[in-house]
């Protein structure tokens, strides 16, 4: 017989889970030290600890990488197995925006043409058919040859979609990403109109990126949910990012984070920061909805965007400190453990 597993136990579940994380001060501690065979002794004892004795970082950073993503799925896949079907509904929209993402990386290699299978090292396999289809898609001789394999019907529509445009490579690789995050986000909304955050903050990189590229960005937007959807024929009059920020910056949540993008020195920088900027803001949001919100199937969704934040600063500190970067450099890139 099928046991369902009931919301407060998973939301329990992770909260043990998060409990044993890599504290604030062991991160730290960590950027102090140059010996990496130290570093992997000092995250046994964290929830990491089966992935830094099986995939060393001393031995191999790319598969140790792929360890720490699997790792990721693996958790994630097991949450949403036997799991309530509210439950289930909310880790799907998980799982198909990290898919949008690996779909992103995959390609943007295969139209620019760079296809280093190490790349495949920053997938986190989440679809059914396992690490090796994401392999397979990746060697294919073309985009439109790799868009047969993509296994959500949505995301293969939206790739199909993006190329029937014509363009750059800078172009097609906006089409691609644009066109992959609006059918992860609208499918992120119909589990929760509590999302509809996310969909300002996607609309509204979206709107920018598309400044700076003189594209029209009406098409891209996903509709009729917020501010930046619903004032698109004054926002896309607007000749530069800086001056779509500035027309947004009290309209919408986290005015602090936006301000800081401001700060910005240039349109390409300002893109960048931005982009840090709103990662930072729901961070600090998930934290919060975590925390209060205990009996609610929200929880389950900040519980996995605070450990997928949390997975992508162990790796950035780790392959900071195996290929020899500067302390700060590392810490300038956190988001997470900052």
Known sequence: MKVTTT??????????DMGNSPSHSLIYSILGVDSIGEIENMMASTSYGDVFTSHRPSKDI?????????????????????????????????????EADNLKLIFRSI?????????????????????????????VA????????????????????????????????????????????????????????ILDMQNLMTVCRASLLDIDPTQWIIPNKGIVANNI???????????????????VPFTDYLVKALEAPNDDQLISTLEKQIELAFIRKNRQMFAIFTTQVESIWSYFE??????????????????GLEVDTIRNALTYYI
């Open 142 to 197: 073309s985009a439109e040859l790799a868009t047969d394999l993509i296994a959500f019907k949505e995301l293969k529509r939206a790739v199909r979609n993006a190329l029937s445009h014509s363009g750059t490579e800078e172009e097609m690789l906006f089409y691609i990403t644009s066109y992959l995050e609006h059918e992860a986000y609208s499918f992120i909304y119909k589990q929760s109109k509590s999302f509809k955050t």
């Open 306 to 323: 605070l450990k997928k934040a949390e997975m992508n600063d162990i790796s950035r500190v780790i392959l900071g400190k195996v290929t």
């Open 233 to 251: 024929e004054v926002l896309k009059r607007y000749s530069s990012p800086r001056e779509i920020l500035n027309w947004v910056l009290y309209k």
């Open 111 to 139: 139209i620019s043409k760079e296809q280093d299978e190490e790349i495949l090292s920053f997938i986190i396999p989440v679809n059914k058919y396992g690490f090796n289809h994401y392999r397979r898609m990746f060697q």
């Open 7 to 16: 919301l407060p136990f998973l939301i329990a579940k992770a909260k043990a």
């Open 62 to 98: 790319i598969e140790f990488e792929g360890g720490l993503r699997r790792h990721f799925a693996k958790k994630l896949l097991s949450f949403r197995r036997n799991a309530s079907p509210k439950v289930r509904d909310m880790i799907d929209a998980i799982i198909v925006l990290i």
